[in-house]
């Protein structure tokens, strides 16, 4: 609270400041005076509670010609003549057209936009207002995106927008999210959308170096005649996001803060230090007999054992998470700005994990004359992220609780050590957690800038030309140590670790768009065109030295280790030219059509397909207009939208289209070696984009009347998306074994349906939003298999996943990108003369009491690698959101939930936990193990049959797969805002609480979840991630 | 107005096409190397070529022995672990070693198709085409030995023609192997200087033809060929058997053609390992981990074998044996005897225990096949000549010469006596039993036995269950998968 006093002190004397320099002159004098101009004075209220409105914008119409209202809603401008007419737009308004008619003074009010058809969209190289908009386009406002704390902006946007399923799979702070718009496209190749800061399309998806207050709307563009004009790289959506702009008028300062507190929102039950040595006991007691039974403690030694540590409890924290954001928006008629800074820290719930980061902004406009105008933005950021290993969280739950922390001594506890010193089991490979988070230390830090310049030219009335040139640069260096003293089994042999990796980008972009805009009576016309060029390299460089005598200097001085290993370094580049251009006409407001169209040429692609085109069109018929229901007020919109059109994917590794040689084994000629050089993979000068064909129907309804108002919206969409790039198994007599191939096929079908509902009880007011999206994918064509396997989740554990290469996962025609593929549990072996009959009795990895794996081809017996099959989805079949915002006089309060239905998650945990309890700790289920007949059907007996050899064969199954479906209390907020005081325009204090509770069936940490993260091919694994927080926040808002 | 418009206009498209009509768009990798910056100096011929030994290798890295003597009746995979028996063949196997042969020739076909247009020393330019046509000729030579007829693709792979191609009839590839291979005799040195030994000489090539040309049964060539070998009297049998096998005299006079591999480089040998018949001892003196064995002898084959000095060089089945002083159980008890079959000790490497990689060559060719070509193919001709009595007897005397002087010695004379008087059948069986004893594990006895017309009948003695199908490997099933042109073997 303290903070917030301070900073209260520090802007009061600010805010005095600017409002002593614009209070005294609050109007801009125009540029130019001529005879026959007229002055014309006015003020501007809201229609809703009659209150003046400050920062509205009056344009006489037809002209650049503008001044914006002062604080008290006054405004003076000297129009053309008595017969000029004033625009009047404010925002969350209806847009006013105020004839002057010979008038000099003039009162508007202004009425809140109840529907929002005036709200102005986003789209690619252009805008359109709500209401003319032909595409399927979802917006969410800068104001929705603060209510969340994550780093990254995407978290805001979760649930937000129906179509955009955006998954946190970490909860690690600044952990990029899973963001998929209308499903997976791609097998392989990027699933992500395309990221448009400000009009610039930007190669990094990774968001965090955006503020979120700095955003004034994002509007995520899903149907083909939205995404077309981004062509090649369009077919996974676009989000845009725009930030604020500067407004004439009074300046505007805003400071936020906040602060928290996070606490882990779930812990897991495991078993305590006494249970966990009987069971294991009891595991050698049977295990070959207890010939082994020295590896277990002794049943007094048992006996005096208490809980032990719950490891759990010693990596997790209360952490806290703090921001500061301050913002200065004003400007004249011809110099607006918006400028901000931003400091962000956030303490992760895991021990020494931290998240900080500050960016600054600069967006500046100016108009030079009636023919010029330049913008600017500029936004240098700087993070530091240190995350922790996901093992230190896996650790946590399977670290033995036997051990304390730290020994009496003070030096940490080994499982190594107990196995070495006492002959006591477990395993000697697994570290202490708590060790690993403060002992190795692993840093990034990312140092980025985003700014573009843009020149518009005014060519003639409705022509203009804007020239834009956007730079990106990035660097990122990651560092790391592992000092020698840091015993591990895994790390054992490098004594002392210490390594750098650096990659820096280098982003420029250059595009040249005309916009002519045209009414001939009810004929409008909206006409887009223009070129861009865009070239993306990237520099990576890494290094890293073993055995340090010495680990004072830690990553900073590699030269202090005495064995350094090989670096590796490399340069991308890639290049992409293309011409856009897009046509709105609209007929008497009734009937719109958008076609649209980009032809791209990339680096990317071969000789033979180096330019493609994508093309779009759509028809929109605004019903409510027809005459028909002209007069039915409480229709207050009604439109059918209808769409197709091609985009691309062009996501594939670099320099596929040329002939590229690789160093090969080296040959030894007398005692010397050689180097040979051979030729690196067949080229295919074919190959080209990924395309998404898409077709859309959406209808838009509004409803209006007795103070409030009602929206709908549903889409339907079917996706095809063809030529996907797979690696193709061709004839190796060529000297080849694969070739990448534009071959297979994926589908992506599915309903999105949006709803607003808004009550306006004057002093209350209320705010019901909720979307549901239905979507469907399915794989329709692969190459040389009908099946793929995912990639291997093993990582460094190994063993989660025995079979399959570590996969858990499949790509497999007819069905969803990503299906669990393993064996069926049909429960345990009750008695041995059930086994000895049963479809296992020659297999010795079973036995009573272990797993009943069913013999799904029914051949009579179960075969490994055989009886397998489909076992889950981890796709849901809808996602939604509902979320509620309720304003009773100054105070406010609301709420969001979120959730998914019915997609399944692997639980790793239980894989390794029930087969590893001779080794580690393990969850609580296992007490329900089966011990004789009839005592329990689900986890198997605490012993290993004969013929098992270790954890053979961890694998998925459908024992292990859960019901990941959730309904997730994402955010509720209580705020109350003090109005007019003295020097402040308004104070809002509010309290906030994030991921209050998850309702459930999901037995891990958090069912939205994957421990890789943003993996194509696997989803929905649960395998040593980050758990989510649960976050209480305050804070305030202040204007002056 | 309007001019500022057409002004503008016209700057657009001078933007654009500065974009879209240069190289804009032709990007290539910075960190690779890529074809417009590969095969244009001498150094990248020299790499390039380079490349077609070390894919040339891959085959002698295990194939050799696998395809050569575990699948004959002289030796067996050792404890299941790798190799390939008979009865186990079938078309799901062989498409590393396919992919692997075709690697080498695309790498060949790359060279020899690039370094034309390289600005290079013209004779050296001519040497480096004839040692990669003689690897691309030995390479099919491999792949008509295993599978008859064969694609013949000579050109390097650009595009997905060559992927496509169809079986080519095994005598047209047998003309182009002896082709290639005439054709480079006289563009290959006779030596070459330390730092480049282990490429392909004249004398190599010479040598290979004579072998080819036994295989073909074309005797008066092989007899012809392999005595311009011997007449050049550049190589010559090592005096003791045992310096033969010296992984410090490696590159002998006896030696025409070796793979080369040297420990503590990238190309380490395995062979010891992989001969060490699963005995730790071996291979560390029992100090490093157990190896697996890939090949051991049949315990027939060890038994068969005459007493004599090259018995006891190559073949050593318990420990301790006096013969190997060195090799010691661990803790100098342990039971000693080797776990799976008698080891062969040709690539047997003292030094292992103290570099964990081993240093022994593989031979491609020695002179003592060479002689015994010329053996067989006189005697073909000739009937069995004193000339053809002396090449076999040259081979007995040194292995049986257990003090390596040179000299006969009684003793030794009793265990393996000089051939004598002998019909010419009586002689073609001799030399055939001679080979066996010289040659084996060395990656021979399947085709000898093959081109000898006895396949079946020696594997069915062994016990093994071939039939006619045998003969060839099976194309591998997956490679007829992905080219439709290609026909299966006969029977599989």
Not at chain 1, 181 to 187: F, P
Not at chain 1, 203 to 213: E, K, Q, V
């Amino acid at each position: 609270m303290l903070h917030v006093f301070a900073l209260l002190f520090l802007c009061s004397s600010l805010a005095n400041r600017v409002h002593g320099k614009v209070g005294g002159n609050p109007l801009f004098e125009p540029d130019y005076l001529s005879n026959s101009q007229i002055v014309v004075t006015g003020q501007v209220f809201s229609k809703t509670d009659g209150s003046p409105l400050p920062g509205v914008n009056i344009v006489e119409k037809g002209t650049t010609n503008g001044v914006v209202t002062d604080f008290d809603g006054n405004f003076s401008i000297n129009v053309n003549d008595g017969n000029a007419v004033l625009v009047v737009s404010y925002i969350g308004h209806a847009t006013l057209e105020v004839p002057i008619n010979g008038r000099t003074s003039v009162t508007v009010s202004l009425e809140e936009s109840a529907t929002g058809l005036d709200e102005v969209i986003v789209l690619g190289y252009g805008s359109s207002k709500k209401s003319d908009l032909t595409g399927s386009v979802g917006q969410v406002s800068g104001a929705e995106l603060t209510k969340s704390s994550g780093a990254v902006l995407q978290q805001a946007l979760q649930g937000k927008v129906a179509g955009a399923q955006i998954t946190q799979t970490s909860g690690s702070p600044g952990a990029d999210l899973r963001v998929r718009i209308r499903g997976s496209n791609s097998v392989y190749y990027g699933n992500d959308p395309l990221y448009v800061i400000d009009g610039v399309p930007v190669s990094d998806g990774s968001l965090s170096y955006i503020n979120p207050n700095d955003v004034e709307s994002i509007s995520v563009l899903k149907d083909a005649s939205a995404t077309a004009i981004y062509g090649a790289r369009g077919a996974n959506g676009v989000v845009m996001v725009t930030t604020k702009k500067g407004r004439a008028g009074i300046t505007e300062v805003s400071i936020d803060y906040y602060s928290g507190v996070q606490n882990v929102a779930k812990k897991l039950d495991v078993l305590n230090a006494q249970e966990w040595a009987t069971t294991a006991r009891l595991f050698w007691t049977r295990f070959r007999d207890g010939g082994l039974l020295s590896r277990a403690y002794s049943e007094e030694e048992i006996a005096n054992m208490g809980e032990g540590t719950n490891w759990q409890d010693e990596i997790y924290r209360t952490a806290p998470i703090q921001n500061y954001d301050i913002s200065v928006r004003g400007g004249s008629d011809k110099t607006k700005f918006f400028v901000s800074g931003n400091y962000f820290d956030q303490q992760g719930i895991a021990i020494n994990s931290r998240f900080q980061k500050g960016t600054l902004r600069v967006n500046l406009d100016h108009t030079i004359n009636d023919k010029f105008s330049i913008g600017l933005h500029l936004t240098p950021s700087y993070i530091v992220n240190r995350p922790i290993d996901s093992d230190i969280i896996y650790q946590g739950i399977i670290q033995n609780p036997v051990l304390p922390v730290r020994n009496e001594d003070g030096s940490y506890s080994s499982q190594a050590e107990i196995w070495r010193t006492t002959g006591i089991y477990m395993s000697p490979e697994h570290q202490n957690p708590v060790q690993m988070a403060y002992e190795r230390e692993n840093v990034v830090e990312r140092s980025r800038l985003l700014s573009d310049l843009s020149i518009t030219y005014n060519i003639l009335e409705g022509l203009t030309y804007k020239s834009t040139f956007g730079l990106y640069l990035d660097n990122r260096t990651g560092s790391s140590f592992t000092p020698s003293y840091f015993e591990s089994e895994i790390t054992r042999g490098s004594n002392g670790s210490a390594s750098r990796n650096q990659t820096n980008k280098f982003n420029w972009l250059h595009e040249s768009i005309i916009n002519y805009t045209k009414d001939v009576d009810k004929h409008h016309f909206d006409a887009t065109a223009g070129f861009t060029a865009q070239s993306d390299r990237d520099d990576y460089f890494s290094t890293t030295t073993w055995e340090f005598a010495n680990n004072s200097t830690g990553y900073y001085n590699l030269g202090a280790g005495n064995d350094p290993q090989n670096p590796s370094s490399y340069r991308n580049r890639s290049s992409l030219a293309s011409v856009l251009g897009r046509i709105n006409y609209t007929f008497d407001q009734k009937y719109l059509l958008t076609v649209s169209g980009r032809y791209d040429g990339s680096s990317r692609f071969g000789g033979n397909n180096q330019f493609g085109f994508f093309p779009s069109a759509a028809l929109a018929w605004r019903v409510n207009k027809e005459s028909f229901l002209e007069d039915v007020e409480v229709i207050s919109n009604m439109k059918l939208r209808l769409s197709a059109g091609q985009t691309g994917n062009q996501s594939i590794p670099l320099y596929q289209n040329v002939q590229t040689y690789g160093i090969g084994s080296p040959v030894i000629f007398g005692n010397t070696e050689y180097t040979s050089i051979v030729p690196g993979s067949l080229v295919n000068n074919d190959l080209r984009w990924e395309k998404t064909d898409q077709f859309d129907l959406g209808l838009d309804l509004g409803f209006f009347g007795w103070g409030s108002n009602f929206d709908f919206t549903v889409d339907y969409y079917y996706k095809k998306t063809t030529d996907l790039l797979l690696n193709v198994q061709i004839p190796r007599q060529g000297g080849y074994s694969s070739l990448l191939k534009n071959i297979g096929s994926v589908e992506n079908q599915g309903l999105e349906f949006s709803t607003g509902l808004g009550l306006d009880f004057g002093e209350l007011n209320w705010n019901l939003n909720g979307n549901i999206s239905f979507n469907k994918n399915k794989v329709l064509q692969l190459s040389g298999s009908d099946k793929y396997f995912g990639s291997s989740i093993n990582q460094r554990r190994v063993g989660v996943i025995g079979k399959n290469g570590g996969a858990a996962s499949v790509v497999m025609e007819g069905q969803p990108l990503g299906v669990f593929w393993g064996n069926i549990f049909d429960g345990l072996w009750q008695t041995q003369e059930e086994y000895d009959n049963g479809h296992m009795a020659n297999d010795s990895n079973s036995g009573p009491g272990f797993e009943n794996w069913r013999d799904i081809d029914g051949n009579g017996v179960f075969e490994e690698g055989i009886d397998e099959t489909v076992i889950g989805d981890p796709n849901p079949d809808y996602t939604f959101s509902l979320s509620s915002d309720l304003m009773y006089k100054d105070f406010d309060f609301s709420f969001s939930f979120y959730g998914t239905q019915g997609n399944d998650i692997l639980n790793a945990y239980k894989i390794e936990g029930l087969s590893q309890v001779n080794n580690q700790n393990v969850i609580t289920l296992l007490k329900e193990a089966w011990d004789g007949p009839g005592t329990g059907n689900l986890i198997p007996k605490i012993d290993r049959p004969a013929g098992r050899s270790g954890t053979y064969p961890n694998r998925a199954a459908t024992n292990y797969i859960e019901d990941g479906s959730f309904i997730r209390l994402q955010n509720v907020t209580l705020g109350y805002t003090f109005k007019n005081l003295n020097f402040l325009k308004n104070a809002r204090l509010y309290i906030s609480g994030e991921n209050l509770f998850v309702v459930t069936g999901y037995s891990g940490y958090d069912p939205e979840v994957n421990s890789r993260g943003n993996d194509n091919t696997v989803l929905g694994v649960d395998d040593g991630v980050y758990p989510k927080s649960r976050t209480i926040r305050i804070g305030a808002q202040l204007k002056f | 107005m309007k001019n500022c418009y057409k002004t503008f206009i016209g700057f657009t498209v001078i933007i654009f096409f500065n974009y879209s009509c240069s190289d804009f768009l032709e990007e290539a990798p910075f960190s690779s190397i890529n074809s417009a910056n590969f095969y244009n100096t001498k150094d990248d011929a020299s790499a390039g070529l380079n490349a077609v030994y070390s894919g040339f290798r891959s085959y002698y890295n295990s194939s050799i022995y696998q395809h050569g003597d575990v699948s004959a009746d002289l030796a067996s995979s050792g404890e299941g672990t790798g190799g390939i028996n008979e009865l186990d063949i079938n078309p799901t196997q062989f498409q590393g070693t396919w992919g692997s042969l075709y690697t080498t020739i695309n790498f060949a076909n790359t060279l020899i198709n690039n370094i034309a247009s390289i600005e290079m020393d013209d004779d050296l330019k001519t040497r480096y085409i004839a040692e990669a046509k003689v690897l691309r000729a030995m390479t099919y030579f491999i792949l008509v030995q295993s599978f008859g007829d064969v694609p013949l693709i000579t050109t390097p792979t650009t595009d997905e023609e060559n992927n496509f191609l169809p079986r080519t009839d095994k005598e047209q590839v047998y003309n182009f192997i002896i082709g290639e291979m005439t054709e480079s005799i006289g563009n290959l040195p006779i030596e070459y200087p330390p730092s480049d030994i282990g490429r392909v000489t004249k004398g190599a090539v010479q040598s290979l033809l004579a072998r080819i040309y036994l295989f073909r049964k074309d005797f008066p060539a092989a007899r012809d060929m392999a005595l311009t070998v011997m007449d050049s009297e550049i190589y010559g049998l090592e005096t003791n058997l045992k310096d033969l096998y010296d992984v410090d005299r490696e590159n002998g006079e006896e030696h025409i053609f070796s793979i080369q591999y040297s420990a503590g480089t990238r190309v380490p040998s395995t062979f010891t390992q992989n001969y060490a018949s699963r005995n730790p001892v071996i291979i560390t003196g029992g100090i490093g981990q157990q190896a697996g064995a890939s090949i051991a002898a049949e315990r027939d084959f060890y038994e068969s074998f005459p007493d004599h000095y090259r018995k006891k060089v190559i073949l050593l089945d318990s420990i301790p044996d006096p013969f190997w002083p060195q090799i010691i159980p661990e803790n100098g008890t342990g039971t000693g005897k080797l776990q799976v079959g008698p080891s062969c000790m040709k690539f047997y490497d003292p030094n292992l225990e103290a570099i964990s990689d081993g240093d022994a060559n593989w031979p491609v060719i020695r002179y003592a096949e060479v002689v015994l070509i010329f053996a067989e193919a006189e005697n073909e001709v000739n009937g069995p000549t004193v000339e053809a009595y002396n090449a076999i007897n040259s081979i007995r005397k040194r292995a049986r010469d257990s003090n390596g002087d040179g000299i006969d010695d009684p003793n030794d004379l009793l265990e393996l006596p000089d051939l004598q008087d002998l019909s010419k059948d009586e002689f073609r069986v001799a030399v055939w039993r001679e080979r066996e004893l010289e040659l084996c594990f060395e990656g021979h006895q399947r085709w000898d036995l093959l081109r000898q017309d006895r396949f079946i009948q020696a594997m069915t003695d062994n016990g093994k269950n071939v039939e006619e199908k045998h003969k060839l490997f099976p194309i591998p099933m997956l490679e007829i998968a992905a080219n439709p042109n290609l026909t299966q073997n006969p029977g599989y």
